[in-house]
């Protein structure tokens, strides 16, 4: 029988393999990116200029700046913004730090230097665009007429509902000046290349996907105006005046179509957001001696439900001794005061549920290294994880309740801490069967 301590160290060693497997310097050396750089370094005739943000920007710069100057092309200026601890030592691009997942004023200056590179090019020059998860908060600049406290307050309202990523995104896209495609705006008519790290899961509509991941600074944005506004009425959210008025008034619409952006041309470059998934995959497959397996589709919705639907899908079917493994954005209904986020409710919701059903443990983790508010990634749940809360005196239920799962976690040495990861892809779930 395994004991607790290896099924634990089993499950992070293979939640940290995936993080290292989706860092931007592993992605970049993917078949077919460097062959694309190349023939755009031989291609491109001016400036070159790269600009991004996101929690896996300046890890992003770093990796195409090695890739670009192996290709011998050169570039003649960049700006990347990132999150605290998240910064890497660059040779042509200036890395800046700004607030997250809460805005500040570094956000809003950072909007106005990508604003002034992007407008600062010509037909022959090339943008080059670096966005992954986190970019939002990064790049906080609303539209003119719209008040930076406002818009950080109706950003927290929508995520304290429990709206998802598309939504929250869709109202963002037409509220934050350098999103929805005007930042590709402001760069035309110059050639564009836009690489992207994905954090969200692909919703079967690509040209939504793409425009969600960072809020699509540099792509069309599909959505409209009245369909940011029907999301705040899906979540029976009041908008102050000055937002109402913004997404009433037909300027502020997003542009639909390259032809609207008018760049001269642009590629676009989707690095692998499942190489976590595989990395964690491949860990196990040399680490662990019975069966893995993928489930799907990759479940999405709030954290607590989907960890009551998992703890009761695995005690009432049939699965084997193996491991199960998932990827995926959770959201949470914010109606407590505690810290955490949603794959630590998950993962309590889940320990809850199974009761203590033994030769059961699990682990759900965001790879950016936060979940939510705090230090954590993640936490680690077993068979005792009830037990061990109750010698804290901890009321496992009330921590729930009350969004307070970082603690709780903490209190009983199974949250699960990487430190900065420089990458952001979906978050992983794995559960073991070790019966």
């Known amino acids: 029988m395994t004991s607790r301590e290896e099924m634990k160290e089993l499950l992070v060693s293979a939640f940290k393999a995936g993080i290292a497997a989706a860092h931007p310097e592993q992605l970049f050396d993917r078949e077919g990116i460097c062959e694309t750089l190349k023939e755009l370094a031989v291609e491109v005739k001016g400036k070159v200029v790269i600009v991004g943000a996101g929690k896996a920007s300046a890890a992003m710069a770093c990796a195409f700046e090695r890739e670009w100057d192996a290709a011998g092309g050169v570039v003649s200026d960049g700006f990347v913004v990132t999150r605290e601890d998240y910064e890497c030592k660059t040779q042509w691009t200036e890395i800046a730090l700004a607030g997250h997942p809460y805005a500040d004023d570094r956000s809003i200056d ?74 590709a705006m402001a760069a035309a008519p110059a050639q564009l290349l ?31 105006l009245q369909d940011a506004a029907q999301v705040l009425k899906t979540w029976e959210i009041l908008p102050p005046p000055d937002i109402a008025a913004a997404l009433d008034d037909a300027k502020n619409e997003t542009p639909k179509t390259w032809e609207e952006i008018r760049v001269t041309a642009q590629t676009t470059i989707v690095l692998p957001g499942n190489a976590a998934i595989e990395g964690a995959a491949a860990y196990l497959e040399a680490h662990w001696d019975g069966d893995i397996h993928m489930i799907t589709p990759d479940p999405a919705g709030d954290a607590t439900e989907i960890g009551v639907e998992f703890g009761q899908g695995f005690q009432q079917a049939s699965f084997g001794r193996g491991v ?85 976690f903490a209190a009983i040495g199974d949250a699960v801490i990487t430190g900065p990861t420089f990458t952001n892809v979906n978050d992983l779930r794995l559960v073991v069967i070790n019966g």
């Open 110 to 183: 950072a909007t106005a230097r990508l604003l002034q590179l992007a407008q600062s090019l010509s037909a022959d020059d090339l943008l080059v665009s670096l966005w992954s998860g986190g970019a939002s908060s990064l790049l906080s600049a609303p539209i003119h007429g719209v008040d930076p406290a406002s818009l950080q307050h109706l950003s927290r309202a929508l995520v304290n509902a429990g709206a998802d990523i598309f939504e929250i995104n869709t109202v963002r896209r037409h509220l934050l000046a350098a999103s929805g495609g005007r930042l």
């Open 194 to 224: 836009n690489i992207v790290l994905p954090d969200v899961v692909d919703p079967d509509n690509d040209e939504l996907w793409l425009a969600t991941i960072a809020s699509g600074p540099t792509m069309p944005d599909p959505t409209t």
């Open 324 to 408: 199960y493994l998932c990827a995926g954005e959770l959201t949470v209904q914010a109606s407590g005061d505690g810290a955490g986020g949603p794959n630590q409710e998950f993962a309590l919701a889940m320990a809850l549920t199974l009761d203590g059903a033994v030769n059961i443990y699990a682990l759900s983790g965001d790879t950016d290294g936060i979940d939510g508010k705090g230090t954590h990634a993640g936490a680690f749940i077993a068979p005792d994880t009830l037990a061990h809360f109750a010698k804290e005196g901890i009321d496992a239920g009330e921590a729930l309740m009350r969004n307070n799962t970082a603690p709780a």
